[in-house]
């Protein structure tokens, strides 16, 4: 999906000392309560992580050990009263950071005369109001359900549990990535329906990849510090950069 990217970052994750044992898994802890949540730094929403810390490649025989024989890992002590020591690592992330007129995939949930409401990769939810519904969409409603049916091809539906392809019109992050969505663009509609009638669709499932400006992106040397006031929590961190708007208009 094209809204999928991967990313490296350069991180400083502070931990107590009380955590001091297990450093490995108190950071792979604290870096997990970044997950599904929108992270302006990384301009995207976080759904996975792997963490590299200083001398995970280096030789076995160049690597420092403790008197137990477990690997050091390199950390720094912070000046003051504040009792947490900062480890730096590299973390390689997926994230989701859907951008206008990108194309993404998703299931109905709920539809009714005035909007489509679908969810994308299972979590985040994307509604598509009826401004952006093509005027040769009828709305049908059978018993509870209903469903929109094209006029101009009748076997062309969109009802609950339908998986269609629609282009992002803006994401609004306070809400966590919440996607306005339309069906105004070419090559959107129910997917079952485009798999046999749209050629440009049809063509991209045939050759075993789904068509993207650059499909994965692969960003490098995303800095980012974190900062913890608890043994679990990372908060209050210290943007790279600024902070884009929180609403990404189309």
């Given amino acids: 999906m094209e809204a999928l990217r991967e990313a490296t970052a350069e991180l400083t994750v502070y931990v107590h000392p009380s955590n001091a044992a297990d450093v490995r898994r108190a950071v ?14 990384f301009d995207g929403v976080l759904l996975s992580h792997e963490v590299e ?18 690997k050091v890992i390199k950390a720094k002590i912070l000046d ?15 994230l989701f950071s859907p951008q206008p007129e990108m194309i993404l995939e998703g299931k109905v949930e709920m539809l009714g005369k005035e909007s489509i409401h679908a969810i994308v990769l299972g979590v985040f939810s994307a509604a598509i109001m009826s401004d952006d519904i093509p005027e ?9 359900g209903g469903k929109f049916i094209s006029q101009l091809d009748k076997q062309h539906v969109i009802k609950k549990g339908s998986m269609i392809r629609f282009s992002v019109k803006r994401v609004d992050t306070e809400m966590n990535c919440h996607i ?33 400006r650059d499909h994965t992106k692969t960003e490098h040397n995303v800095q980012g510090r974190a900062t ?14 600024k902070s884009k708007k929180r609403s990404v208009e189309e």
């Fill in 228 to 241: 913890v006031n608890s043994e679990d929590s990372v908060v209050n961190s210290e943007r790279p950069r």
């Fill in 180 to 212: 306005t969505g339309s069906l105004m663009p070419p090559h959107t509609g129910c997917m079952r329906w485009l798999s046999v009638h749209d050629a440009e669709y049809a063509s991209e499932i045939s050759s075993g990849k789904r068509k993207s």
């Fill in 136 to 144: 040769t969409f009828k709305f049908k409603r059978r018993g509870h």
């Fill in 53 to 70: 810390f200083e001398g995970d490649n280096e030789d076995d025989q160049d690597r420092e050990v403790d008197k137990d024989g477990k």
């Fill in 28 to 41: 792979a802890r604290q870096l997990s309560t970044l997950l599904f949540s929108y992270e302006g730094r």
């Fill in 80 to 94: 003051g009263l504040v009792p947490y020591f900062g480890v730096p690592v590299t973390a390689n992330l997926l």
